[in-house]
């Protein structure tokens, strides 16, 4: 069995790397370990430059039934809101579609495009020459090889191919940081039905921003076919983590980050509803972007811990990048220059809005030079184009 290049993971990187390889006339094989599409909540959509480009693959209608992208008017950064409407070429795009229906519909253009994903087929292993490489899977009849062209991993933050082509994963991991997320129901009243904002202590607040308070960090939104889902930030916060989240944990840590509690409750109904937390935010970008014939793309390639949702803008713009260059629009030995730096400015931006958010005196000083700066042209710019990625 053989194929032009092997793409291991079903996840939005992996599938669209897929389409735009079918589109240059290149055939890939999909390869994913989960027998069925995951239904279990991720992104929420796409923020920045991707969705440009998706709409140039016809794909933002098809997502959204509107004809074209507009300019985001406005946007958050670090707790602020950032007016970008004063931005004669705004950068600033965003497509508000659940990540599992992007994957739904990029793997249905597949499929059209007579490739299919072969699902419960697992990556086990790999060992290449200057010819291609051999790919062992475990499939449900028993395993088998597969030759190819070239291999890219884009099978997320845990990578097996990333492991197995030996390519180092540094990065830095902050743990003094709490995170909680859960979709609830907001007490009855809670939110203005004329404003969308919540009634709370210090408020009225905004829904889509992230809140500085003295206890920490909130957020609340909502989205299509869903309740409110609401975050927590909370600095130097002790908890165990091996007892499962629940919605009074969340409500518990509201309650500090607010003052004063909000009585949310579980949403009804089967869901999928978030229900997470994180002690841990891991910022990574692999040691390099190709070994030899192997090469990876999104979060087997970079891990971001950032506010706003840019890895999957960051991984989608990885996988346009590199199926023109698998389908010989470019140097292969090139990849890893161009898209390393965006990730890590990506990474940088990230580490400015956490620094934005965090707790202290000395945090209020950084906030007022950083507001006087927002009100210049060039430092809406600069952020602008941070919140676009790249």
């Known amino acids: 069995m053989s194929g032009e290049v092997v793409v291991v993971g079903a996840g939005p990187v992996g599938l669209l790397l897929a389409l735009e390889l079918v589109r240059d006339g290149v055939q890939p094989v999909v390869l994913e370990a989960l027998p069925q599409p995951s239904n279990l909540p991720k992104a929420n959509g796409i923020v920045g430059r991707a969705v440009p480009v998706l709409h140039s693959r016809g794909l933002y209608r098809a997502l959204t039934g509107r004809r074209r992208p507009r300019p985001a008017p406005r946007f958050m950064y670090g707790g602020f809101a950032v007016d970008l409407r004063r931005l004669r070429d705004n950068p600033v795009y965003v497509l508000p579609v659940p990540q599992r229906r992007l994957e739904a519909v990029l793997a249905e253009r597949l499929a059209s495009a007579g490739v299919a994903v072969r699902r419960g087929h697992t990556f086990s292993g790999l060992s290449q020459d200057s010819s291609g490489v051999a790919v062992t899977v475990d499939g449900p009849s028993g395993s ?3 030759r190819c062209d070239y291999l890219v991993g884009c099978d997320g933050a845990h990578s097996a191919v990333r ?9 830095a991991v902050d743990d003094a940081v709490v995170s909680r997320s859960a979709h609830v129901v907001l007490p009855k009243g809670a939110v203005s039905s004329l404003t969308a904002r919540l009634r709370a202590p210090g408020g009225p ?11 920490g960090v909130f957020s609340f939104a909502r989205f299509p076919g869903a309740p409110h889902l609401v975050t927590t930030l909370e600095w130097d916060a002790s908890v165990d983590d091996s007892v499962p989240m629940t919605v009074g944990e969340l409500r518990a840590s509201l309650a500090r980050v607010l003052g004063a509690d909000l009585a949310v409750e579980p949403p009804s109904g089967t869901g999928p509803h978030v229900l997470r937390r994180a002690v841990a935010r891991h910022s990574r970008i692999a040691d390099s972007y190709q070994a030899g014939r192997v090469l990876l793309a999104g979060d ?13 803008n960051l991984g989608i713009l990885d996988a346009v990048d590199l199926a023109g260059r698998l389908a010989g629009g470019g140097p292969l030995d090139g990849y890893d220059q161009a898209r390393r730096g965006p990730a890590e400015l990506v990474l940088a931006h990230a580490a400015e809005q956490s620094a934005l958010l965090g ?25 602008a184009e941070a919140i676009a990625g790249g």
């Open 144 to 146: 088998y090889s597969l």
């Open 163 to 171: 492991k197995a082509a030996g390519i180092g994963f540094p990065g």
């Open 205 to 215: 607040y905004r829904p889509y921003l992230f809140h500085r308070t003295p206890g």
């Open 300 to 312: 087997a390639a970079h891990v971001v811990s950032g506010i706003g949702g840019p890895g999957l």
């Open 359 to 383: 707790p202290g005196a000395e945090v209020e000083a950084r906030r007022s030079s950083f507001a006087a700066s927002l009100a210049t042209e060039a430092g809406l710019r600069r952020v």
